[in-house]
């Protein structure tokens, strides 16, 4: 009998294999491929460090890679990511260890963005768990878009209260952004049919 | 007492022992019903096994699908977003993000009558996106929410739902 693996350790490695964090299995092949050696360690460093506790790293290769394509610097580069890796970490820690990635994505973003902390909270009291990627991501993006932080906190704030569906959630951000409502599955403005005009008053001074 | 009633059974155990030993008559083609009987016997319970075998398979595989159903449902791509960029002067225009990695030669834009798009398949999810036109300025997307950008250029995101 030839020596080698039993297939069931195999198996069972293959079977293991996914749950090991990502950062201790390779180096990240993208990482590899686009940064210089020095940013790539440092980054590689933070993108085990996500791992080993448990936080997605898929977001702080995606912001390398980002800072790369836009020719930032090495410093600006490791500092985004940094950065990142410390609001995901403070979204994981406001809802708790059972939070998905796309919860955590939008919380980081709604943080950066000027959200507090105690507001996430506060929203995330409000809906089940898995429903909370958009409204946390709608107000990133009200923040974002400049409405004042009191208006779009208590925009969030009400729908969510009244538990709004993500559609109502995208389309509150449409009106209050003047987005033009691609997110809820519409086709880009030019090929839409064009709109009827608003009626206007039927005597215009 | 015991031994008197001992021999006065020693005729009826002598019967009953003649009778044990006396060749049993079968009558012609026993030996063979039986065995085709073994065989009848035999083939059902192997067919059994294998209805068994094929309900089993079928239960695991129905559980399988349910379960990958259930698994890919907060994943499944959203029927498709188009990405479109009125830019009529441009001879290229790429989009770059989250989706693709940064990468430039990914999505390239097709060139429509009013304007430049690409319709992508993307899961649930808040993704950061610039376009790049002539392969050098970075244009953020008009119809969408502006993205907080640490790196300096014009950079838009988009939230798709489930």
Redesign the interface.
């Known amino acids: 009998m030839k020596p080698g693996i039993h297939p069931a350790a195999l198996a069972a490695s293959l079977l293991l294999l996914p749950l090991l964090p990502a950062g201790l299995v390779a180096q990240d092949a993208?990482l590899t491929a686009r940064l210089a050696p020095g940013p790539r360690a440092a980054v590689q460093r933070l993108v085990d460090s996500a791992a080993a506790a448990r936080l997605p790293t898929e977001p702080l290769v995606?912001k390398a890679?980002?800072?790369?394509?836009?020719?930032?610097d090495s410093t600006?580069i490791v500092?985004?990511v940094q950065?990142l890796l410390a609001r995901l970490g403070t979204a994981r820690q406001l809802f708790g260890p059972e939070t998905?990635?796309?919860e955590l994505?939008?919380g980081a973003?709604a943080l950066?963005?000027g959200a507090t902390p105690e507001s996430l909270t506060r929203l995330s009291t409000l809906r089940p768990r898995?429903r909370l990627?958009?409204p946390l991501?709608?107000l990133?993006?009200?923040l974002?878009?400049g409405i004042p932080a009191g208006q779009a906190w208590s925009s969030v704030y009400d729908m969510a209260s009244h538990g709004a569906a993500?559609?109502e959630f995208?389309a509150l951000?449409d009106r209050l952004?003047g987005?033009?409502g691609?997110?809820r599955?519409l086709?880009?403005?030019?090929?839409r049919p064009p709109s009827a005009p608003l009626p206007g008053p039927e005597h215009s001074p | 007492m015991d031994e008197e009633m001992d021999a006065s059974n020693e005729p009826l155990l002598g019967d009953i022992v003649g009778s044990l030993r006396a060749p049993v008559s079968i009558g012609d083609g026993a030996v063979e019903r039986a065995m085709a009987q073994l065989r009848r016997e035999a083939l059902a319970a192997r067919r059994w096994r294998q209805v068994g075998l094929a309900v089993g398979i079928a239960a695991a595989l129905v559980l399988a699908f349910i379960g990958a159903l259930r698994l890919r449902h907060?994943l499944a791509p959203?029927?498709g977003?188009?990405?479109?960029l009125?830019a009529p002067s441009a001879s290229r225009v790429v989009l770059?993000g989250?989706f693709n990695?940064?990468?430039?030669k990914a999505n390239p834009l097709h060139r429509g009558a009013?304007?430049w798009?690409v319709t992508l398949s993307l899961k649930?999810?808040?993704y950061?996106y610039s376009y790049v036109v002539d392969g050098s300025s970075?244009q953020a997307d008009p119809?969408?929410?502006?993205?907080?950008d640490?790196?300096?250029?014009p950079t838009s995101?988009?939230?798709?739902?489930?």
């Open positions: 993208r995606r890679l980002e800072g790369e394509s836009k020719g930032a600006r500092l985004a950065r998905n990635e796309a994505v939008a973003a950066q963005a898995e990627a958009v991501s709608v990133a993006d009200l974002s878009s993500d559609a995208l951000r952004t987005a033009d691609r997110q599955g086709p880009p403005p030019a090929e | 907060p959203n029927a977003v188009t990405f479109a009125a770059i989250d990695d940064w990468n430039p009013r304007q798009s649930p999810g808040r950061r970075w119809g969408t929410p502006p993205a907080d640490e790196f300096g250029a995101v988009i939230t798709v739902a489930n």
